[in-house]
């Protein structure tokens, strides 16, 4: 064993110059009662947080030190600031050793004006570390851009300076605290009150800077002056925003299986057939198809993509019953009875795809009635118009009874208004 520690010894020694084995520091925060250096200890970098000489002394402030060590410390994740020990150092007296993390507070970050990508990834490991941290039965408290760090190589989240953080088990540090314009409302009227919600109102804060545009609902939520209002947990808010990715690629895919079936289940002309009146894509919207000139929207014409829902399904709904408008126009259709079986499918689609829709929104949500409201009444404006044609036609009971057509063709009416609402 004296070999290999020798060994180690002298690797250290080749590699390392003598200004590297000693300890340098440089002050980057002086705040509140802490102080904050970066220091180089054998050529690594890491973080000193100790306290400013008036509080040295001070026990509560010695005691919240060792609070946020002993909170910290208990934490193990990648988005997770490090706690390495506590000590008491020669040049800051009582504190703690954290990792040194190498990237820009988020607000600075944001600056930059990241892609999409990046701003997606920052919102999941930021929901990931905040689901971590309270299943360790802790609340940060103080849940602000300064304290996310986004690192340059990866751009990694890292939450920092748990000390404001609390626990059930401390009886320390039990009054208002946390940064105002961040903080819920409970946490700095009844601060002893808090619990995973607090950092939940924070974190609503954090989407709207991040997304501005963008999961408004969900962060609006998040946002509630009444706690009660606002979601129970982090995994509630992890399934709404995949629900919210999820969504425009679900209707598509419903979409397309619907228009798959049309051939069979609602025309009876194959030359009637529905073409695809959409294309979804990362960017472009296509609603329409004019002399097969496709007219396209993208998705900058929409106030958001909730509307581009809307609009995507309204659409569909009125191109469904325009082959059998006209096929009655052309006489292609000529019986009451006909008409109604063929349209039949169209409601049972909608029916369909609504109980579809219904699996990605939050229920009574306001965009979950403005959803709803919207298709009620297209469907009412689609039929209305449909009614227009279809009441100028014949009853085949009627003209059977008139004797204007035969058993043979009349029972072949009925052969096919059968096949018709059957499929």
Not at 127 to 137: F, G, W
Not at 328 to 356: D, L
Not at 365 to 380: E, K, M, P, T
Request: proline share 4%; net charge neutral.
């Amino acid at each position: 064993m004296e070999q290999e520690s020798s060994s180690s010894g002298i690797v250290q020694n080749e590699f390392l110059t003598a200004e590297d084995t000693l300890t340098s520091y440089s002050e980057l925060a002086c705040s509140g009662f802490n102080r904050i250096f970066k220091i180089k200890r054998s050529g690594k970098w890491f973080l000193l947080k100790g306290l400013k000489p008036e509080f040295r002394n001070n026990p509560t402030y010695l005691e919240l030190l060792k609070k946020e060590f002993a909170l910290t410390s208990q934490l193990d994740h990648p988005n997770i600031v490090k706690a390495i020990a506590k000590e008491n150092d020669a040049r800051i007296g009582p504190a703690i050793l954290m990792e040194y993390i190498d990237g820009d507070t988020l607000d600075v970050f944001l600056k930059k004006n990241p892609s999409k990508a990046i701003r997606q990834k920052v919102i999941t490991e930021l929901l990931d570390a905040l689901q971590y941290i309270h299943s360790k039965q802790t609340i940060h408290r103080d849940i602000k851009p300064s304290n996310i760090l986004i690192t340059h190589n990866g751009s990694n989240v890292k939450i920092i300076d748990f000390g404001l953080s609390d626990a059930d088990g401390y009886a320390i540090l039990k009054q208002a605290a946390g940064t105002k314009k961040y903080a819920a409302p409970e946490q700095l009227v009844a601060p002893k009150e808090v619990d995973c919600r607090t950092d939940i109102f924070a974190f609503g804060k954090m989407l709207q800077l991040i997304f501005p545009n963008k999961y408004t609902a969900i962060a609006k939520r998040c946002t509630q002056t009444d706690r009660e209002k606002r979601y129970d947990n982090i995994e509630q808010i992890q399934k709404a925003i995949v629900r919210r990715e999820r969504f425009p690629y679900i209707v598509l895919g419903v979409f397309l299986a619907i228009l798959a079936l049309l051939p069979s289940a609602v025309l009876v002309y194959e030359k009637n057939f529905v073409e695809p009146i959409l294309v979804h894509t990362a960017d472009t919207i296509v609603i329409e198809q004019k002399d097969t000139v496709w007219v396209e929207k993208t998705t900058s014409d929409y106030a958001s993509q909730e509307q581009i829902l809307i609009d995507e399904t309204t659409n569909w709904i009125r191109k469904q019953l325009l082959p059998a408008t006209q096929a009655i126009e052309n006489g292609e259709i000529k019986y009451y009875e006909i008409a109604h079986a063929q349209v039949f499918p169209f409601f049972k689609s909608v029916q369909n795809y609504c109980n579809e829709v219904s699996k990605t929104l939050e229920e009574n949500s306001l965009f979950y009635h403005q959803f709803y409201n919207a298709v009620s009444i297209v469907q009412s404006e689609t039929m209305n118009k449909y009614l227009q044609y279809v009441n100028r036609l014949p009853i085949a009971h009627d003209v059977y009874r008139q004797g204007k057509i035969s058993e043979e063709e009349y029972q072949q009416l009925l052969a096919l208004q059968k096949s018709l609402v059957e499929q």
